[in-house]
């Protein structure tokens, strides 16, 4: 019996500005979208879990922010990680260098993840998933503390960025060292978190696409990875967004658009009729394995 592949389709940053939201919402609505994570600290989050609860199919999970954004602590709680406004450094590699040799971050990272996850859980929304801004949640540190608070919270579905090298060089070679090291460091991590993910009895997606494109995920990339599935289980993830039309927009805006694009494709949606795809979200997933 042919076993057809499942496909989480995800938007990443809900919450982050209304922009985000109303493509998450459309994308949703009249794509292929399936599946959002939000950030609780976002600066229109309150719209997203209005719209959340407005579109209960849905499926919604935790965005951990820990760089490149706010925290729900003030800067008096957690001083080693936020400045006086509770802005994470837009460092990543210094961040997460902290965060590793520095016990008084790990102590204070300890208090803002599990803020963060009662924050989603105030918003009364079934948590679908765990993953991470940057997908810092792949962190020694951050992941541990993550894998604690999902099970605490009920919540035993989490992304591992495990993304075929290979594949993306076939599509594009551009950058391809950067890739390649990329690769090597996310593929560790990756064995890794599965290999303490499956102790714990979480599900998590086989392969994950979106990682190695990111900021070039496009149509014809989505077409490509679909095409290309070679795992029952898959996630592929975008960052949409939409502008008025008179907005004069930048290059990451004119991305965000193009992603929203991608998911609301008709082209997308008559290649997952013809494959035999089943399109689904964390929890689906979590109920079929």
């Not at 593929?187 to 696409?209: C, I, T």
């Not at 995920?217 to 008025?244: I, K, Q």
């Amino acid at each position: 019996m042919t076993t057809h592949p499942k496909v989480i389709i995800n938007a990443d940053d809900f919450g982050i500005s209304e922009e985000v939201n109303e493509a998450v919402v459309r994308a949703f609505r009249n794509g292929v979208l399936t599946s959002t994570s939000l950030m609780v600290t976002g600066d229109a989050v309150e719209q997203a879990v209005q719209l959340a609860k407005e579109n209960p199919g849905l499926g919604v999970g935790i965005h951990l922010v820990t760089v490149m954004g706010k925290s729900v602590l003030p800067h008096s709680r957690i001083p080693s990680l936020v400045d006086q406004q509770q802005n994470f450094s837009n460092n990543p590699v210094a961040a997460g260098l902290k965060y590793y040799f520095s016990p008084a971050a790990r102590r204070e990272l300890q208090e803002e993840l599990a803020a963060q996850f009662e924050k989603f859980r105030s918003t009364g929304l079934p948590l679908s998933h765990i993953d991470g801004h940057l997908h810092l949640h792949v962190h020694p540190v951050i992941f541990s503390a993550a894998l604690e608070l999902g099970q605490k919270y009920g919540c035993r579905r989490m992304r591992v960025p495990d993304e075929e090298r290979a594949l993306n060089l076939a599509f594009d070679r551009s950058g391809i060292v950067l890739k390649t090291i990329h690769s090597v460091l996310f593929d560790g991590l990756a064995r890794y978190m599965k290999r303490k993910l499956r102790a714990s009895q979480f599900s998590f997606a086989e392969r994950v696409y979106g990682n190695l494109q990111s900021g070039r995920m496009s149509e014809r990339y989505f077409l490509y990875a679909l095409d290309n599935l070679r795992a029952v289980t898959n996630e592929v993830y975008f960052h949409p967004a939409v502008y008025a039309e008179d907005r004069l927009l930048d290059a990451a805006e004119r991305q965000c658009l193009v992603e929203y694009e991608a998911l609301v494709s008709a082209r997308v949606r008559e290649q997952i009729k013809a494959q035999g795809i089943e399109l689904t979200n964390y929890f689906k997933l979590e109920a079929s394995t």
